[in-house]
């Protein structure tokens, strides 16, 4: 099995965390993995621990793979056939969504350097 890039334990989605495969969980550390080949990192390069970013993609991706797993869906893709499962599954596919174009190979090597704050210019306010 290859690194995990969450913490299994402390999972809290009542549904489905009881639910998660080492399967899903192989998926998720692969997934992350592919990312960061796309983006010219290394498996090896990558920080641990992670950042939370990297982190919760990882977590959120699991859990998808998870509900997909489990979800009956047999309609036409309303929420009115949808089931728990199906539910939860889009839940997350836009969390994976948005989350994946937030991570840069920088987060993933650990060179994310924080970006300071730039307020608009103050003026010294003098009495009269």
Do not use: H, W
Not at 1 to 30: H, N, Q, W
Not at 59 to 84: F, P, Q, R, V, W
Not at 93 to 109: H, K, P, W
Request: charge should be negative.
């Amino acid at each position: 099995m290859s690194r995990v890039y969450f913490d299994v334990g402390s999972v809290d989605d009542e549904l489905l965390k009881d639910s998660l495969t080492p399967e899903a969980i192989e998926k998720s550390s692969r997934y992350i993995e592919d990312l960061a080949y796309g983006l010219g990192v290394e498996v090896r390069d990558i920080v641990d621990p992670v950042p939370f970013k990297v982190s919760e993609l990882a977590e959120d991706y699991a859990l998808m793979e998870t509900a997909k797993k489990k979800s009956m869906m047999n309609s036409n893709g309303t929420t009115e056939g949808a089931d728990a499962y199906e539910l939860k599954r889009r839940v997350y596919a836009r969390e994976v969504s948005e989350l994946e174009g937030q991570i840069t190979a920088d987060m993933l090597e650990g060179t994310d350097s924080v970006k300071r704050r730039t307020f608009p210019g103050s003026v010294p306010i003098y009495r009269c």
